[in-house]
């Protein structure tokens, strides 16, 4: 049985993963709408992963005898700016999850909770993940700088990126 309070925050987190799902549809959209077919499909992969990290945690809580509950998803901005900047907010948008990922195993530690900081761990592990790769694609970025032909390279890069559902 999960407690009320993990609980809370788990649906919570639902939200997040929803909302980060927004966010890259959002980023996907206007990477479409530049001409950066490649950035636009990172950003699509990044879709799917988010929706897979909801469904995760909407798996969790059922399986532990919880209710579902799901809240608004707020309005992700629609207009950004240069190919770096969206990896620069993709950034931090990523540490903010981990933030709330990290929150939610203290809460675990402190509710004496050990299926749920089992469960949380991959989720760590996978924060790892996601601020290495997005750090990554920042530093070619910033070393390419604006020069169009780098631009071209990272962008047929990012178009070979294809979605692998978590185990």
Same mark, same amino acid.
């Given at each position: 049985? %999960?407690?009320? &309070? ?6 919570? +987190? %639902? ?8 966010? $890259? ?22 879709? +799917? ?5 909801? +469904?995760?945690? $909407? ?6 005898g919880g209710k579902i509950k799901f ?29 709330? %990922? ?20 991959? $989720? ?21 700088? &604006? ?21």
């Open positions: 049985m %999960i407690s009320k &309070k993990m609980e809370d925050a788990f649906n919570k +987190q %639902i939200n997040e993963e929803l909302y980060s799902a927004y966010l $890259y549809q959002s980023l996907s959209a206007f990477a479409t709408r530049i001409g950066l077919e490649g950035f636009a499909n990172w950003f699509q992969i990044q879709v +799917q992963e988010e929706i897979s990290h909801s +469904q995760k945690f $909407y798996s969790f809580i059922s399986e532990r809240l608004q998803i707020n309005e992700p901005p629609a207009e950004f700016g240069s190919p770096l900047e969206l990896f620069e907010l993709t950034l931090e948008h990523e540490q903010h999850i981990t933030k709330c %990922i990290n929150n939610l195993m203290n809460l675990a530690v402190d509710e004496k909770d050990h299926a749920s900081q089992i469960f949380l761990q991959w $989720y760590i592990t996978e924060q790892v993940e996601e601020e290495n790769n997005v750090k990554t694609i920042l530093d070619k970025l910033k070393l390419v700088g &604006k020069e169009g032909h780098g631009l071209f390279m990272i962008d047929k890069d990012l178009s070979t990126r294809v979605f692998t559902p978590p185990a």
